[in-house]
């Protein structure tokens, strides 16, 4: 099953708490990996983990109020760590350490690898992402002679400025998106905010993905194609759609279809996505019963989390609040 298929978790969260070293170490092993775990028996193993779903992926509130080492199986997933206390220290394969404090984010390990180190006192966010997920925001279709799929290569963020940019992210949908079961449980909604994760997971960590438009991207940005790409949006804009799907709708890569699209739209496609779903959200406001409806209820279907920004937006667009037309009809 991949990503693009996956089912949408119906249940709303769950809270682990113990204070046993083996009863955490066996959560952890069912939850995560097979992994060891060791720290001194003179202190609980005082452990809370809260954990809710953001579509295909795990979002983890993570309280050790203690000191423990870990030797891990690989895990599969992007396992992304955004730090409030305590410090995360991995031993990397390279043989060197990273360090990881409050306010830090990173990676721990490869999906494919093993991986070890030690936590102390630590609350951080815990994230896993299947790699697929990055494929959808920035692989190729296949037999273009490219690379295979997008990777990350590097465990730490580029810059300190990628990194507070995914942190910031990251608290978003901690505190607002998953925090909200109608925004949470709206498909449209959860796969637009994991797509801004996964573009942001990329433009915060070394990968093997190329951005820059190629000569043969270039010469693919035609008119003929761009207007193949607005068709299929129109089309898909109510779905589940990434960058990926419109390149495979028009076979081309998906840097072609971003350049094509600042070329002669002057947006990019998931821009061009947004204002074609604002645009049903305005025939859905202008339709509706105004005792039967809600703006958040229009909001939510159209993929927009934030009813202000979309009331920001809506207004820019149509020179009324999205109520106004609510109340009116027109």
């Known amino acids: 099953m991949t990503v693009g298929e996956s089912e949408w978790c119906v249940v709303d969260s ?3 708490e113990a204070d046993d070293l083996a009863v955490v170490e066996q959560f952890f092993c069912a939850q995560y990996t097979s992994m060891r775990l060791e720290a001194p028996k003179s202190e609980p193993a005082r452990t809370k983990i809260h954990r809710r779903w953001l579509g295909p992926i795990s979002v983890d509130e ?16 992007i396992c992304l760590i955004n730090v409030h206390d305590g410090t995360i220290r991995e031993h990397e394969s ?10 830090d984010v990173g990676v721990l390990g490869f999906p494919d690898h093993p991986n070890s180190g030690d936590l102390h006192q630590v609350r951080h966010d815990m994230l896993l992402l299947d790699e697929l997920l990055l494929d959808r925001v920035a692989q190729v279709p296949p037999g273009r002679g490219e690379p295979g799929p997008v990777r990350l290569t590097g465990h730490q963020t580029v810059s300190k400025a990628a990194g507070r940019h995914l942190a910031g992210t990251i608290d978003c949908l901690r505190t607002d998106l998953l925090v909200d079961p109608v925004l949470s449980r709206s498909e449209l909604i959860t796969s637009t905010a994991v797509q801004f994760l996964a573009a942001s997971v990329l433009g915060a960590f070394p990968n093997n993905a190329l951005f820059d438009p190629t000569i043969e991207d270039r010469r693919d940005s035609c008119p003929v194609l761009v207007r193949r790409a607005v068709a299929f949006i129109d089309d898909n804009a109510h779905r589940d759609i990434a960058l990926a799907d419109i390149a ?20 990019t496609p998931m821009e061009y ?22 703006v958040t209820t229009i909001a939510a279907k159209g993929g927009f989390a934030h009813t202000g920004h979309f009331a920001t937006r809506y207004r820019e667009t149509y020179g009324q609040s999205p109520h106004e037309t609510l109340q009116s009809g027109c």
């Open 62 to 77: 993570v309280e050790l109020g203690f000191g423990m080492a870990y030797d891990s199986d690989p895990v599969g997933k």
């Open 94 to 103: 390279t043989g060197s350490t990273a360090v990881y404090g409050p306010g």
């Open 14 to 16: 769950f809270v682990f």
């Open 273 to 294: 996505a947004r204002r074609v779903r604002l645009h049903h959200a305005h025939c859905d406001l202008v339709a509706a019963d105004r005792w039967q409806t809600t």
């Open 248 to 267: 495979a709708a028009v076979d081309i890569t998906p840097r072609a279809v971003q350049y094509a699209f600042r070329t002669h739209l002057d947006c």
